[in-house]
């Protein structure tokens, strides 16, 4: 069965993004960005809500196209074009869309459960809205949380507060990358 994993950038103070929904912190180099790109490689597709898929499809469709662009930022726009996608949105047209990708207009639980069942890789999600709508759910298999050596003392958290039921994880693997971001890797615990 196929698992939803959460990849999520956060900074030490546990932000995915700072006010204005700035990124700009992300301490993204060519090592931890060809990291990237040898797990979402082999992923089945990507789960994410409106906001995140817009900032994908705004840069990533032709960012391979310059001559002179970095072989692994082209290496991940010919990765992000070719999978899958699923948009979760209420404000966008449901049903097929440039570049793979699908829109859906709300989560549904059993849908998503359906989805893990079918053949391929496992289904990247991203964005903070959609990851707390999935944990609500209890539809998230795997978290890799990849920690950024910064502060950046207000924005939007990774895990707000909400109405999750205790889930205990397993620490399955770290690593540290030499431009200081620390990967967090967890799966569900087997009770």
Do not use: C
């Amino acid at each position: 069965m196929r698992k939803i994993v959460l990849m999520m950038a956060v900074s030490l103070d546990g932000y995915m993004e700072g006010p204005g929904r700035d990124i700009g912190w992300h301490r993204v180099d060519g090592p931890l960005h060809q990291h990237m790109n040898d797990v979402l490689r082999p992923m089945g597709g990507f789960l994410s809500g409106r906001v995140t898929h817009e900032l994908m499809a705004d840069y990533w469709p032709a960012a391979d196209a310059d001559p002179d662009a970095d072989p692994v930022e082209a290496e991940f726009a010919e990765i992000w074009r070719e999978k899958p996608k699923i948009v979760f949105s209420r404000t966008l047209k449901p049903g097929p869309a440039p570049w793979h990708t699908t829109v859906v207009p709300e989560v549904s639980p059993a849908a998503v459960r359906a989805l893990k069942e079918e053949p391929g890789g496992d289904l990247t999600l991203g964005g903070a809205d959609l990851a707390a709508t999935f944990l609500e759910h209890d539809l998230v298999d795997e978290f890799r949380i990849y920690v950024h050596p910064v502060l950046i003392g207000a924005g939007k958290r990774v895990f707000p507060a909400g109405p999750f039921a205790p889930s205990p994880l397993r620490l399955v693997e770290t690593r540290a990358f030499d431009n200081g971001v620390v990967l967090l890797r967890h799966e569900r615990a087997v009770e």
